[in-house]
């Protein structure tokens, strides 16, 4: 069945030969955080986003508003992950925070003409709970986060408003943006909360990221799909 899906999503050889790099360079990140190998977990890394975003290029052709900022929000992701290598302490966690709002606001950009097929009007009550999702997140990291509980508490609200829009794509989508929140949520208490202290923390945080932008992605060549269908209703 995963088989058969995958041969639905990547229709082109140039998608899945970078669905293949893909996997193989998340296979040898995740490893890598597991073993604590930083050098390894680093460049690997910056490999994860240029290869997903060669995979929506392949299979959508970037020709769609949405592709193109599914584009542009996993190029700031890319920006996101690499940027803050090169910095340290706070100012690390500044570039990182800000890179990836410029690609949440994106993400939403892309998001927006499908907000009334989202959770916005079909479950309200899932926004409510991304709402308090937020809240109690802010609340755990209050006591520690110091002068950045403002930038936090910002990107979370911004993040929140992602995944609830993503959901208007599909059920993709809806995990996609369920996931983001989740791993980010971990990123935040991870640097502010002294409690929170599972084991393999990276590696938690890295395979939700993956999982989440690579679900988003695939939302998106999804949806472009069925826009592109005879019948399908023109973009809003």
């Known amino acids: 069945m995963v088989t058969r899906r995958a041969r639905r999503i990547l229709r082109t050889r140039a998608g899945r030969i970078a669905a293949g790099v893909l996997g193989a360079v998340s296979g ?3 490893a890598a955080q597991l073993a604590s190998a930083t050098t ?3 460049a690997s890394q910056w490999l994860l986003m240029p290869a997903l975003a060669a995979m929506v290029a392949a ?9 193109r900022w599914m584009l542009a929000g996993l190029a700031l992701s890319w920006l996101g992950d690499v940027a803050p290598d090169f910095a340290s302490g706070d100012t690390a966690f500044l570039t990182m925070i800000g890179f990836f709002l410029l690609a949440q606001l994106a ?15 079909r ?7 991304y709402g308090a999702a937020v809240v ?17 508490l910002v990107y979370g609200v911004v993040l929140a408003t992602m995944a609830v829009l993503a959901t208007g794509l599909g059920r993709a989508g809806a995990v996609g943006g369920a ?23 990276g590696l938690w945080i890295m395979a939700t990221y993956i999982g989440a932008q690579t679900l988003l992605s695939v939302a998106v060549i999804e949806h472009s799909r069925r826009s592109a269908a ?3 209703v023109a973009q809003r």
């Open 28 to 30: 040898v990140h995740l």
């Open 230 to 232: 005879p019948s399908s």
């Open 59 to 67: 299979e959508t052709g970037g020709r769609t508003r949405l592709v």
């Open 107 to 121: 993400y939403i950009a892309g998001f927006t003409p499908y907000r009334h097929e989202s959770v916005l009007r």
């Open 179 to 201: 996931l983001f929140f989740v791993s980010d949520a971990m990123i935040a208490l991870d640097a502010f909360a002294v409690w929170f202290t599972p084991p393999a923390t």
């Open 136 to 152: 109690a997140l802010v609340a755990g990291c209050a006591a520690g986060a110091g002068s950045l509980l403002v930038p936090a």
């Open 40 to 42: 390894v977990a680093e």
């Open 123 to 129: 479950a309200p009550g899932v926004v409510a709970g």
